[in-house]
């Protein structure tokens, strides 16, 4: 039982936690009306792609998290928790997922655009900045077991499980039963959409090993492209 000083601390901290939601909805329309405005038929675009992902990865994410949520916390009547659940969160679940869809469409529509706006400048010196840091260029270390098998394993964990996972991690908060963490971690997830992937993108504007040469006219990644060619599964992350 509550005593009468945490009640009071939970009643003064519930106002507090509302308006930094209704702060955190205001950042998320804000970023994404941008994006809609300054770039529309890129926007436009993305809305279908990424309303056909949602609509296939959304429902089996929801019924595998809350089958493992009955399983871990509701183990006694698994199917009474997970109606009870549903019942209390799915406002917040739907809030969750509609800000998540608009919000990662502003991310990509900004990604694309990043080129309109600066040129891709930042390879060479980030290029020398990852060699002074590893002593040798990162790819040769993070292919030292040469093989098909290994290579399926890291793609398949990179387009596969880490996507499951980042996607789930979102879903899950929105069952969160502690809502200051809640929307603390949605904001820390915001924060990272907007300074991390969208402005540092736009300020360090980099291609990436994969078209360096394209680029730069320099063949710095060659030995990446022919190890890659020459594994099975390269063209996951190398197209067609």
Known sequence: ???IAQSQTVDAAEPATANRAGWLVAAVLVYSSFAALLYPAQFAGLLPLYADAFARAVPPLLIGGLCIMALLFGRAAPANYIVGLLAARWKAFALVTAAFFIAITAFTTYKIAIPSIVPFHADPWLAELDESLHGTAPWRLARWPDSDLWALFIFTCYL??????????????????DKALRLRYLW???LTFFICGTVLATLLASVGPIFYEQFTGEPLFKGLEEAL?????GYMVRGP
């Open 1 to 3: 039982m509550r005593t």
């Open 160 to 177: 596969k499980i880490w996507f499951t996972q980042w996607f789930g991690t979102i879903f899950f908060s929105a069952f969160w039963s």
């Open 188 to 190: 820390a997830l915001f």
């Open 229 to 233: 060619d020459k594994l099975s599964y």
